[in-house]
């Protein structure tokens, strides 16, 4: 049995990139976001870059198994949770803010970012090209 | 294993929050498992000087 959840002031600005504002219960979240972030010194894109796969993208990341021989018992002496207000600039990257009550809650999220500065006056310095890519 | 949990009133004023991000979840309510992960890649390699060379194009 979940309790219920009540809110009497939520105030938000921005919800992006397939995040979610969920009001009320849900049964499952599962939320997937991949980012490949690139910063240039100056404004230049060549149309076919990021299609190559990176290993952070890939390699898989192991999880906690919810071990099943623990009983767990909730005794909820109050049925309600209460918030009087929220203020809440930005949800983002496939982040959920949930006013409610949810069973089973995945969420992974990859992100790489790369920087590319331009090459400086002094002679030491030197191409360097990502590791993995 | 038996594990207890006795959840009495819960009353909360004023939550003043700037972002969240990255799968992350902000709950007002009860759940029975959560698993979030992340992987964030910013090795120093990543950090590129020089001529502004495309990322690995496909098929390369």
Known sequence: MKRLSVVQLLNSKTFLLSSVLQIGDSREINARSNVLAVQRQYELFYGSEGEVTFPVFTKPIPTLDVPVSVQTYRLHESPVISVRSIYLIAASTASVVHIGSTSTVKGETRIKHIRQLAESTSPQASTRMTKDG | ?60
């Open chain 2, 1 to 60: 294993m038996n594990y207890t949990v006795v959840n009495r009133e819960v009353q909360i004023g004023d939550i003043y929050l700037t972002a969240v991000t990255s799968s992350s979840i902000f709950l007002i309510g009860d759940a029975d498992v959560i698993q979030l992960a992340s992987a964030f890649d910013t090795p120093p390699e990543s950090l590129i000087v020089g001529p502004f060379v495309p990322l690995t194009p496909k098929g390369s």
